[in-house]
Nanobody, 124 residues
């Protein structure tokens, strides 16, 4: 059974930090990429960043570059999204996704498996 379970969301003040986790099971990790996406209220879901599982190579959306960092723990089959210098506009439901190939990037259809999402709210 394929499962992607996100955790770590919550309420944080502007300028604060959060780390999201995504634990995966039931999947083969030999050749894939893991992505993070977010959906703000009334907006479409958008790409945040991606990590290629085998090499750890990362790519980010311009809106989060320099503030967010994606990493992975191969043994735990877990991917992380470290979010620093958070802004109110980062408020959204954050989703992790398992890519169908190591070249998956921002195209959502390249990710056949998705987590349930975790809410991040940035507010004072």
């Amino acid at each position: 059974q394929v499962q992607l379970v996100e955790s770590g969301g919550g309420l944080v003040q502007p300028g604060g930090s959060l780390r999201l986790s995504c634990a995966a099971s039931g999947l083969t990790f030999s050749s894939t990429a893991m992505g993070w996406f977010r959906q703000a209220p009334g907006q479409e879901r958008r790409h945040v960043g991606t990590i290629r599982w085998s090499t750890g190579t990362t790519a980010y959306a311009d809106s989060v570059k320099g503030r967010f960092t994606i990493s992975r723990d191969i043994a735990k089959r877990t991917v992380y999204l470290q979010m620093n210098s958070l802004k109110p506009e980062d408020t959204a439901v954050y989703y992790c996704a398992f890519g169908s190939s190591p070249w998956a990037l921002s195209t959502q259809s390249d990710y056949p498996y998705w987590g349930q999402g975790t809410q991040v709210t940035v507010s004072s």
